[in-house]
T-cell receptor, first 109, second 112 residues
Framework: GIQVEQSPPDLILQEGANSTLRCNFS?????LQWFHQNPWGQLINLFY???GTKQNGRLSATTVATERYSLLYISSSQTTDSGVYFCAGTSGGSYIPTFGRGTSLIVHP | EAQVTQNPRYLITVTGKKLTVTCSQNMNHEYMSWYRQDPGLGLRQIYY???????DKGDVPEGYKVSRKEKRNFPLILESPSPNQTSLYFCASRRTGSNEQFFGPGTRLTVL
């Protein structure tokens, strides 16, 4: 299966700062998604973004499929952005998504 | 309210004692799946189901069983749990044709 690398593994920010999280794939990926797991463990879909750019409020994501990476931008970070951010994708005809190990984000007030 | 529910939320059990974790969704989704989450490993899919009576193995199916007799329910069965199945388990569902997955709240299982 594909390998998914996320960077950085850990990130500490002051409230109001901007950040960029990266996801690299070892092969062409379909159905690329970003998720947020809050400190209480709840998993939330952020973006389905196989290619191109999407924005949702302070968050935006860009996937460059030909270069096998995706970026998640968080602007004007808030303490509620804390948690772990995962990217995941499938390859070929597989229905089984491969998740990265996540980026753990802590936003201090 | 559209949701995925899991029960129990927390469970401590002993090796070899059969257990079932239930998952139910009220969104009429065709696709359901189970994941386990372990520190440093992200989420790994255990089993998935494309629809009623259609199930297939994910990345880590060993030691688990599932069934999909009804569209809304997708229980995860551990016939003989072992300590290496201690983990945080998530059930998820989505509509066929959509890529937005809805996750349950998670079940934290400890096998002693």
């Amino acid at each position: 299966g594909i390998q998914v690398e996320q960077s950085p593994p850990d990130l500490i920010l002051q409230e109001g700062a901007n950040s960029t999280l990266r996801c690299n794939f070892s092969d062409s990926v379909n159905n690329l998604q970003w998720f947020h797991q809050n400190p209480w463990g709840q998993l939330i879909n952020l973006f389905y973004i196989p290619s191109g750019t999407k924005q949702n409020g302070r968050l935006s994501a860009t996937t460059v499929a030909t270069e096998r990476y995706s970026l998640l931008y968080i602007s004007s970070s808030q303490t509620t952005d804390s948690g772990v951010y995962f990217c995941a994708g499938t390859s070929g005809g597989s229905y089984i998504p491969t998740f990265g190990r996540g980026t753990s984000l802590i936003v201090h007030p | 309210e559209a949701q995925v529910t899991q029960n129990p939320r927390y469970l401590i059990t002993v090796t070899g004692k059969k257990l079932t974790v239930t998952c139910s969704q009220n969104m009429n989704h065709e696709y359901m799946s189970w994941y386990r989450q372990d520190p440093g490993l992200g989420l790994r899919q255990i089993y998935y189901s494309m629809n009623v009576e259609v199930t297939d193995k994910g990345d880590v199916p060993e030691g688990y069983k599932v069934s999909r007799k009804e569209k809304r329910n997708f229980p995860l069965i551990l016939e003989s749990p072992s300590p290496n199945q201690t983990s945080l388990y998530f059930c998820a569902s989505r509509r066929t044709g959509s890529n937005e997955q809805f996750f349950g709240p998670g079940t934290r299982l400890t096998v002693l």
